[in-house]
């Protein structure tokens, strides 16, 4: 796991995993399918939002720094989405979601 992305993600939470999770999902999506042309799993379920990317969001803007700077590639990005869906599926099965 690139520690880049895995230490932005641990610094960013604030108690909530569910919602931390979700919105570096998001931001995830984002950066890979609209900004890099690279597709997602389709289990993921993602649709871009009617109002574009969310540009202000520090996890989408965690996630340019690292790329641009080459910390961390889409491919790598792409790779930490995956743990973060797993995990994401964990949470929701011990009811931690919301």
């Known amino acids: ?3 880049g992305l895995k230490q932005e993600f641990t610094s960013s939470d604030v108690g909530d ?3 931390t999770s979700m919105s570096w999902m998001f931001a995830i999506c984002d ?5 890099r042309g690279v597709p997602v ?3 993921w379920g993602f649709s871009p939002s009617p109002f574009g990317v ?4 520090m996890e989408f803007k965690e996630l340019q720094f690292l790329n641009e700077d080459g910390i961390a590639t889409c491919d790598e990005i792409l ?3 995956k743990i973060l869906w797993r995990y994401t599926r964990i949470l929701k ?4 979601d919301y």
């Open 17 to 19: 995993p569910w919602g």
């Open 31 to 35: 950066f890979l399918v609209l900004r």
């Open 93 to 96: 099965t011990q009811g931690k």
């Open 54 to 57: 969310d540009e202000d969001s």
């Open 79 to 81: 790779d930490f989405g």
């Open 41 to 43: 799993p389709k289990e």
């Open 1 to 3: 796991m690139n520690e």
